[in-house]
């Protein structure tokens, strides 16, 4: 039978021995990455700057090119149309325009028109500055929940310098997204910050899988060095990290090209944080057990401790 295999099933690439120009790679990107989210800054979407929302169902499903179609000479600046829960019902997100509250009410009044009487008007909301900070807030403190949770399970799941590891690793993924929506100045919105969210998820899974390959190995291979038992680890695990991450970027990019404007961030968001998680997994998150001194208690023996202590999962 014919299989695909991306890596051979038997590698030796010394991985750990790259860990230094790697770490400062990874080091200066994220300091340019933190430096570019406030200096351009990010591309903020309107769940963030404050906007009109506009709530409209149709007597059968919406033909969403149709409406952008009559919306898109309406000098409106930013306005994106989508599905809101059934085929029917779209939601119209339209940038704050200039001016008080007498402006946002000239903009729904063409909206209206343009729009006509075919449609329905369930809801008509203006999102103010308020809003839109509470909303950056809720999802920073989201982020940093996640970060946080990672850190406590993968502590008591293996031992502190995993957990310190794993959440190093994850600090550097969302930083790297953050720093490549600066770069490109896509949109960020609330589904940017469920990628982030999702990014988080899938990079601590592929991380997990090359510790628990160190783990088992610290206790096989007692006799070796520690960089050899994680460029063991992580040559074991290669073939699983790289068909995971090849067939998830095959159905994200297939989502950015045909999905459409609507999930275009989101997907980007994904597509980057794929990269980079597998990135981090290997050239990170494994190294980091040397700088954090697992090594000291590998050679002084620690190693037969944890073997008791970690017996079971």
């Given at each position: ?246 067939t998830t970027l095959l159905a994200l990019v297939v989502l950015f090209v ?56």
């Amino acid at each position: 039978m014919f299989q695909i295999k991306l890596v051979p099933e038997r590698t030796s690439i010394p991985f750990v021995n790259w860990r230094r120009p790697a770490m400062a790679c990874s080091a200066v990107l994220v300091v340019l990455s933190l430096i570019m989210a406030f200096s351009p800054g990010l591309n903020f979407g309107i769940d963030f700057r404050g906007g009109i929302l506009i709530e409209v169902q149709t007597e059968g499903p919406a033909n969403l090119s149709d409406m952008r179609g009559k919306m898109g000479g309406l000098s409106l600046g930013e306005v994106s149309l989508q599905e809101f829960g059934a085929a029917d019902t779209v939601l119209i997100r339209i940038e704050k325009q200039p001016g008080d509250a007498a402006a946002q009410q000239v903009a729904v009044s063409k909206v209206r028109a343009a729009l006509g009487e075919s449609v329905d008007y369930r809801r008509t909301e203006f999102v103010g500055p308020k809003v839109s900070g509470e909303l950056i807030e809720a999802g920073a403190i989201a982020i940093l929940l996640a970060v946080v949770l990672m850190l406590i399970y993968i502590w008591f799941r293996f031992e502190w310098h995993f957990g310190v590891g794993a959440v190093v690793a994850l600090v550097h993924d969302v930083a790297l997204s953050v720093g490549m929506f600066a770069v490109t100045q896509m949109e960020f919105n609330l589904s940017t910050i469920a990628a982030l969210l999702t990014i988080v998820g899938y990079s601590i899974n592929d991380t997990v899988v090359v510790y628990d390959r160190v783990r088992e190995n610290l206790r096989k291979y007692k006799a070796k060095s520690l960089p050899d038992v994680l460029n063991l680890a992580i040559n074991d695990t290669l073939s699983r990290t790289t068909m995971t991450s090849v067939t998830t970027l095959l159905a994200l990019v297939v989502l950015f090209v045909f999905g459409g404007a609507v999930i275009q961030g989101f997907v980007f968001a994904m597509i980057w944080g794929v990269i980079v998680g597998t990135y981090s997994s290997i050239f990170i998150a494994a190294p980091l057990l040397i700088v954090l001194g697992l090594g000291d208690r590998h050679r002084s023996g620690a190693g037969g401790g944890m073997d008791a202590a970690k017996s079971t999962p």
